[in-house]
């Protein structure tokens, strides 16, 4: 099993949608959260981290869930820039080694 | 300031070749990492520095070697491609202290096909 999964999509949603995408973790000692961006043949970058108490950054919301070992991301307003792959990302307690998912693609279309 | 920078950006080699990926940062950050990715599978750590002069295995060491030649370098080198490390390579950058976000910065990534 995959410690970190998620759903590889592609996930096609007109303009102005709401879309949601769940990760999953297995490692229950995974400490601190995040979602990264990658467009097409490009690096990857922070979006935003995940807090236990959710947080927010414009249209973006992130969500976690201990108990279910799960963490979300909601994009609200879909613009066509944010179509690129979307990577859960998490990290144990200790040392600063990052488990990534292997992404969610969306694709915003008008 | 350039942020993470890796040479170089394509490299085809044959089966049995040697080649080193460079890689430097100019934001004076301590750790530094040598992921590679491949299609359907997450970035995967290869090779990891926390500080200057340290190094340690990652989930995929095996075919590589590191050097942290300083604070802002560090090279992965390939001592003889196989055809199964075609990937894309990237190199990333963070500042490990009390109170840091932690964040990776990426550099652009090498594409390497061994053929």
């Known amino acids: 099993r995959k410690e970190v999964e998620q759903d590889p999509g592609p996930f096609n949603v007109p303009e102005g949608a709401t879309v949601a995408f769940n990760c999953t973790y297995s490692?229950?000692?995974?400490?601190?959260f995040f979602w990264y961006r990658q467009d097409c043949r490009k690096e990857p970058k922070l979006l935003m981290s995940v807090y236990s108490s959710g947080n927010e950054d414009g249209r973006f919301t992130a969500q976690l869930n201990r108990a279910s070992q799960y963490i979300s991301l909601l994009i609200r307003d879909s613009k066509l820039s944010d179509s690129a792959t979307y990577l859960c990302?998490?990290?144990?307690?200790?040392?600063?080694?990052?488990?990534f998912g292997a992404g969610t693609i969306l694709r915003v279309k008008s | 300031n350039a942020g993470v920078t890796q040479t170089p950006k394509f490299q085809v080699l044959k089966t049995g070749q040697s080649m080193t990926l460079q890689c430097a940062q100019d934001m004076n950050h301590n750790s530094m990492y040598w992921y590679r990715q491949d299609p359907g599978m997450g970035l995967r750590l290869i090779y990891y520095?926390?500080?200057?002069?340290?190094?340690d295995k990652g989930e995929v060491p095996n075919g590589y070697n590191v050097s942290r030649l300083n604070k802002r370098e560090f090279s992965l080198r390939l001592e003889s491609a196989a055809p199964s490390q075609t990937s894309v390579y990237f190199c990333?950058?963070?500042?490990?202290?009390?109170?840091?976000?932690?964040?990776?910065?990426f550099g652009p990534g090498t594409r390497l096909t061994v053929l």
């Open positions: 990333a950058s963070s500042e490990i202290s009390s109170g840091s976000t932690d964040t990776q910065y």
């Open positions: 990302v998490v990290k144990a307690k200790y040392g600063n080694k990052l488990v």
């Open positions: 490692n229950s000692a995974s400490q601190s």
């Open positions: 520095s926390a500080s200057e002069g340290t190094t």
